[in-house]
């Protein structure tokens, strides 16, 4: 299965630098959190990162506006629904992960993979709370 599009659950710091990455590979990318203003602030921080890249000459505008174009904003987990590859990157919190997680299993295909940004929980421990831990 070829990944086109990837899903990232939580739009602060790690989330959005998450989110540019993958856009800036070419793929389309929705960046979901819990409240229109915290999607709207990763957006503008991914706005801003991508500035001072064309102030770097790194890329030009014309490629900023396409990497933008290429990220979504929900704050609805179904939106997830069409990725491929599913990066959580919400705070370290067991419960909230796997609250996550539990409802990703029921509105994602079942040859999407899950991934987790997390830094102190056990990736093991939240794959067997999914109904995919070969794909996590």
């Known amino acids: 299965m ?6 990232v659950i939580g739009a602060g710091t790690m989330g959005n630098g998450i989110a540019q990455v993958f856009a800036q590979s070419g793929f389309s990318v929705v960046m979901i959190d819990v ?10 921080a991914i706005d801003k990162s991508l500035a001072r ?6 890329i030009s505008e ?9 990220v979504a904003v929900s704050t609805t987990l179904a939106d997830a629904a069409g990725a491929g590859l599913v990066v959580e990157a919400a705070f370290e ?10 409802e990703l ?11 987790s940004n ?6 093991t421990a939240l794959a067997a709370k999914t109904k995919r831990p070969e794909k996590f």
């Open 62 to 70: 014309e490629q900023k506006k396409e990497i933008l174009g290429r």
């Open 105 to 115: 299993d029921g509105v994602c295909n079942p040859d999407v993979i899950f991934a």
């Open 118 to 123: 997390t830094s102190s929980i056990s990736i």
């Open 2 to 7: 070829a990944i086109k599009k990837v899903a």
């Open 35 to 44: 409240k229109e203003e915290f999607v709207r602030r990763g957006l503008a």
């Open 93 to 102: 919190d067991f419960d909230v992960k796997i609250g996550i997680f539990s």
């Open 53 to 58: 890249l064309v102030k770097k000459e790194t």
